[in-house]
């Protein structure tokens, strides 16, 4: 039998009973998180009554870099193709060497056209807002266009100076001379198949709502026509599941479509959390609103992620390297943690997820926290890195 996880005909993955999963291991921080995450998730696999994983270490990054001459080497993105579900640590942005981001890199490479983020506020964590509890949403965000296309040049250049005389030559528009400039392409169909992914994600979670998060008002071409394909989509494809908000009643039980201007999406999620469930969005506004979120439950340190495509996906932490942090055992595994829970749960294996996620909410609630937590609580003395993963591992052996 393969140990590789394959695709059933409508395009669920297919968990071999010994899979082997590759794990980019991450600069800075990162193998103090992975030496913290990896025993967490194989006493979950194991309580649960699953097979070993074989985890396979892929570089990428700095020590990529040093041992291979390349941050990105083909050899790991093959790896991430074939065995199709992978877990990575932060990676750093080189600086000058013509990469704008790894991250971005990964995610065109292998199409991986949205961004995952959900976000629920666990008992016992600090919290700037008064009513954490009222937080569980998931953020779908696009991945591949927008503003984070890449498509701009720099003030002066022949580039520039082309675009802007194209603009006032052609389309009467005018640029003040020496602007650096930038374009925002998004299409129907990147659009499409993003809101495609949440809808799908929502009907089977048996969410209340899905609103479309849009800047339409003012970048009506870009932004608002996501919206509008976002409610083609739900008529055209999930017409029979899904309703409107402007034609939903108290009596409605199909999943309702919203949309909110950006800006206000902001204040709703402060004043009214539980009014959302399911947001998907373009890729900046997915930037943003997944940190703003992520604030309101104790920050990132908390927040799993996934970037996911079709076929394919790799679950990571989403906050940075904290270089200067590197080696100290002192970082928050948690977001590595809850990102292989997220795992866990593509693979099939909910309940090794959720015994994960008992396990984490269990021992934050015995204030025992790392200390970007720590900082935010009265009293409270912050644990090592190590620390915090072992508590979280001997929880789960312990379940009955």
Wanted: charged share 25%; net charge neutral.
């Amino acid at each position: 039998m393969t140990n590789i996880v394959t695709l059933g005909v409508d395009g669920t993955f297919i968990t071999p009973e010994k899979p082997t999963l590759p794990v980019i291991v991450g600069d800075g921080i990162g193998p103090d998180l992975w030496r913290a995450t990896r025993p967490v998730l194989e006493a979950a696999i194991d309580r649960s009554g699953h097979a070993p994983v074989t985890w396979l270490e892929v570089p990428a990054g700095l020590k990529a870099k040093e041992e291979r001459g390349s941050f990105l080497p083909p050899e790991t993105l093959d790896a991430l193709r074939e065995h199709r579900i992978s877990l990575k640590g932060p990676l750093n942005t080189p600086v000058g060497e013509g990469v704008r981001s790894l991250n971005v890199a990964i995610r065109r490479e292998l199409d991986l056209y949205a961004c995952l983020r959900p976000v629920k506020w666990i008992p016992g964590s600090p919290s700037p807002v008064r009513h954490p509890e009222k937080m569980d949403m998931i953020i779908f965000r696009e991945n591949t266009e927008d503003v984070y296309a890449g498509l701009e040049w720099p003030a002066a250049s022949p580039e520039t100076n082309q675009l802007i005389n194209f603009a006032r030559e052609k389309l009467g528009a005018t640029i003040r001379p020496h602007s650096a400039v930038g374009l925002k392409p998004m299409s129907e169909f990147s659009s499409k198949r993003l809101i495609r992914l949440a809808l799908k994600w929502a009907l089977a979670k048996k969410a209340p709502n899905l609103t479309l998060v849009h800047k339409g008002n003012i970048m009506k071409f870009t932004e608002g026509a996501f919206r509008t394909w976002g409610y083609e989509l739900a008529r055209d494809e999930f017409g029979n599941q899904t309703i409107p908000e402007s034609e939903a009643t108290a009596a409605s039980s199909k999943l309702i479509i919203k949309d909110r201007i950006a800006d206000n999406m902001f204040m709703q999620t402060l004043l009214r959390p539980d009014e959302y469930s399911v947001l998907a969005m373009p890729n900046l506004n997915g930037d943003y609103l997944s940190d703003a979120l992520a604030a309101q439950i104790g920050g990132l340190g908390l927040a799993p992620g996934a970037n996911v495509g079709d076929g394919l996906a790799i679950f990571e932490a989403t906050h940075g390297t904290a270089p200067r942090y590197a080696g100290q055992d002192k970082a928050n595994p948690g977001s590595l943690i809850l990102s292989g829970a997220l795992m866990l749960e593509f693979l099939g294996w909910g309940e090794a997820a959720d015994l994960v996620r008992v396990a984490v909410a269990e021992t934050i609630g015995t204030k025992i926290v790392t200390y970007d937590l720590a900082r935010q609580m009265e009293n409270i003395t912050p644990v090592s890195t190590t620390t915090f993963g072992q508590a979280v591992t001997e929880r789960i052996r312990k379940k009955n």
